[in-house]
Each structure stands twice: as structure tokens, then as C-alpha cells.
């Protein structure tokens, strides 16, 4: 079981360049996630989700305040830090194995140690037999398994989620996302997950972090005091799913609908073209 630091956002600020003036994207964020954690975090598209999660990964420098983990501001990349994107990202010429290898590349690992870990992850996500299968013999619930796996084949002390799910179909969804919270358990990791899914934020998440765009704010953080496994039929569950709608719905509608256009008039050259 990993031993998941303790992450501490103060005072994030961050801001892009686009056409000579700035574009604030994330303002004056504080969060901290305990280790273990899982935080689930909700807010309109544009509002500096996947943002944050590139500046927790490393994948970007440049902004204010202060990211730390276990007390050391992040710096660049690291194998304690995984990501799992909305779409898979596999190689389609290598197959399920060779992919989850990629994850090892920079691991130490001899040939035999990289072979059980790759063996002890396909497993975890369920994928048996399924060893020597090409992306395209996979559905899509089965290749963001094989995602899932590659991110945590180095144990990671944190997983970041962007949306994992969004491009799956109901059913799917809702086994792999109990397929999740089965991992995040047996692992003992901290899991952030992006999501526009409120009932995936509440079915999962140990807290909801709401957010607001222009610039990308925590609007509220909803904490899920509900035992594990969650029935999603339960009065309990409603009460909170409705505490996370209700923040939406306060907001004003072109936020809940419109991208950030701020700083540049007039629309010409959209910066919310950059979201990815
Ligand atoms: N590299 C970049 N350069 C300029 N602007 C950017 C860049 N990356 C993101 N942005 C802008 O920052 C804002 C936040 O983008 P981000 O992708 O973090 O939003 P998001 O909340 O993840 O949205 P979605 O729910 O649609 O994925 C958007 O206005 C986007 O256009
Ligand atoms: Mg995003």
C-alpha cells in the first residue's frame, strides 16, 4: 500500500497569455487532501479543472502560491503523481501489456519485477486474459482500464482523474466507477477526480470540491459523510447530490454555459479554444 503525502494548495493563482494580455484561469485556490483522500471536483467546463489538476501533476509551472506535497512545492513530473485522461491515450500498436509497460520505462524495475507488476495490475483492473489484446480489441470501459493501470503500475501516491468516464455509456460508467472505488481502497491512495458527473463526484468522493468560473474559483467544498458502498437510491445520497446541484444552480446561467472570454474583446481568436 502507498503512503500518500499530504497535498496543500495556498493561494493558487494562475493566469495564461493569450494575445498579449492575461487570461486569469484559477484564482486564489486553497485545498488540502489528506492522504487517502478521495476528492471529487465539479464546475463548469472552462473554469480551470484540468488546469488544476496539470499544475498538481507538474505538467505546468508558472503561477502563484504555493502546491505542496507533504510540505515540498512540486516541481516538474514525478512517478508519485499518476493521470488518467478522458480518453485512453494507448498506443494502438503496442498491446495491453506493452502499454502498461510504458509506465515502467523510468521505474528501476528489472525485467522479472516489471513482468509481476504488469501481471498484478491487469488483474487489479480486471483485464485477464486480455494480455496480448490491441486498443482496438478493447472497448472503451476496457481501455480506460488499461489507463487506470498504466498510471498506477509506478503506485503512485496520488491518481488524477480528468474525466475519466465521460465518453462511456451509462453502465459502464457506473461498474467502472465501482470498479474505482474498489482500487482506491485496496490501494490507499489519494484519487482526485475531475468530473461533470455530480452523481460520480457524490458516489465516490470523501469531499466534492465546487467550482466557479471567470476566473476558476472553489465555490464550496460539500463533504460526503456516507459510508461505503453508497446506494445512489438512498435518501442520504439525494440530500447530498442536491447540496452540489444547488451550488449550480446559483450560479448565474452564462456561467454555468459560457466560456471565459475575458480578457480580449471582441470574440475574435476565442481563448477558450485552448481548453483540453
Ligand atoms: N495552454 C493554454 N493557453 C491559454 N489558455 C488556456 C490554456 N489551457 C487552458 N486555457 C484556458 O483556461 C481556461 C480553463 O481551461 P481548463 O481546460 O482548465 O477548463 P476545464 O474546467 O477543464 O474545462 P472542461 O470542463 O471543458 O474540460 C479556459 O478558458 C481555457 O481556454
Ligand atoms: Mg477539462
Known sequence: MAHAGT??????????????????????IHL???PGE????????GCGKSTLLRLIIGLEEGYQG????????IKGTNLNRGIVFQEHRLFPWLTVEKNIALGLLNSGLTEGQQRHTIRE??????L???????????????????????????RPD??????????????????????????????GITMILVTHDVEEAVYLGDKVVVMEPRPGRI????????????????????????????????????DRIEPPLKPSEPRAGLPWQFAV
Open 32 to 34: 488540502t487532501i489528506e
Open 128 to 154: 485477464q486474459g486480455f494480455e496480448t489484446a490491441y486498443p482496438h480489441q478493447l472497448s472503451g470501459g476496457m481501455s480506460q482500464r488499461v489507463a487506470i493501470a498504466r498510471a498506477l503500475v509506478n
Open 66 to 73: 504555493e502546491i505542496l506535497l507533504d510540505g515540498t512545492r
Open 7 to 28: 497535498l496543500v494548495i495556498q493561494g493558487l493563482n494562475k493566469q495564461y497569455e493569450v494575445q498579449g494580455q492575461a487570461l486569469p484561469v484559477l484564482q486564489d
Open 219 to 254: 465555490r464550496r467544498i460539500v463533504p460526503v459523510p456516507l459510508a461505503h458502498p453508497r446506494d445512489r437510491a438512498a435518501y442520504a445520497f439525494s440530500v447530498v447530490k442536491d447540496s452540489v446541484l444547488r451550488e449550480f444552480a446559483e450560479q448565474p446561467v452564462a
Open 121 to 126: 495490475h491487469i488483474e487489479l483492473v480486471g
Open 38 to 45: 478521495f476528492v471529487s471536483i465539479v464546475g463548469s467546463s
Open 158 to 187: 496520488i491518481l488524477l482523474l480528468d474525466e475519466p468516464f465521460g465518453a462511456l455509456d451509462a453502465m459502464t460508467r457506473a461498474h467502472l466507477q465501482q470498479e474505482l472505488h474498489r482500487i482506491w481502497e485496496k490501494e
